[in-house]
């Protein structure tokens, strides 16, 4: 079974850069999109944007494009969030998923299948 | 860009009864680009529905998705304590981007 494992938590101070990991097991890690889901407190989910890390495609949704950056290792099977610059807005739950298509019959359907726990980053002075 | 509006915001019923949820597009949207997610407190979310209609591998089967064009609905026909959660629907587009709705919270009396 597919896990993706997540840090559990991260506390900065607001200008500070954070980079939160997500390592997946299995071989075919580097061949499905990994992205990023975030949940601000009490509000709903947000999807961030993706990676393919067998080639670093990347793609943002417009709400975080230039405010965070996806990136990956495929050596180490490891997908990576990463700011430059925090701000207490940024305080959330980030989840980190698996999206796969699914091929059935003559059709192609795209969702996340698999979840991280979720990695806990809290920017406060 | 496609917006999804989901309802009720909040749907408190009693054990045994049925839910209905709604997600409706802001345009017409393919039924295989539509997924639906459970939600439970404390917990990572997970797949239900895939394809408007499919089950995830797994999901009970009092769970079921329907709907075409930009109405869309999850129904769970006997509700049970443990469904207790909030219940998002999503919207796959073809730039391999995804939009969550704002998701309806399923209380239990």
């Known amino acids: 079974e597919v896990q993706l494992v997540q840090p559990g938590a991260e506390v900065k101070k607001p200008g500070e850069s954070l980079k939160i990991s997500c390592k997946g097991s299995g071989d075919s890690f580097s061949k499905y999109w990994i992205g990023w889901v975030r949940q601000k407190p009490g509000t709903g989910l947000e999807w961030m944007g993706i990676?393919?890390?067998?080639?670093?495609?990347?793609r943002y949704s417009p709400s975080f494009q230039g405010r965070v950056t996806i990136s990956a290792d495929k050596s180490i099977n490891t997908a990576y969030l990463q700011w430059s610059s925090l701000k207490a807005s940024d305080t959330a739950l980030y989840y980190c998923v698996r999206q796969t298509v699914l091929r059935e019959n003559f059709y192609f359907y795209y969702y996340i299948d698999v979840w991280g726990k979720g990695t806990t980053v809290t920017v406060s002075s | 860009e496609i917006v999804l509006t989901q309802s009720p915001g909040t749907l408190s019923l009693s054990p045994g009864e049925r839910a209905t949820l709604s997600c409706r597009a802001s345009?017409?949207?393919?039924?295989?680009?539509l997924s639906w997610y459970q939600h439970r407190p404390g917990q990572a979310p997970r797949l239900l529905m895939y394809g408007a209609s499919n089950r995830a591998t797994g999901i009970p089967a009092r769970f079921s998705g329907s709907g075409s064009g930009a109405d869309f609905t999850l129904t769970i026909s006997r509700l049970e304590p443990e469904d207790l959660a909030v219940y998002y629907c999503?919207?796959?587009?073809?730039?391999?981007?995804?939009?969550f709705g704002p998701g309806t919270k399923v209380e239990i009396k």
């Open positions: 990676i393919y890390p067998q080639d670093s495609d990347t």
């Open positions: 345009q017409d949207i393919s039924n295989t680009y």
């Open positions: 999503q919207h796959y587009n073809s730039s391999l981007l995804f939009t």
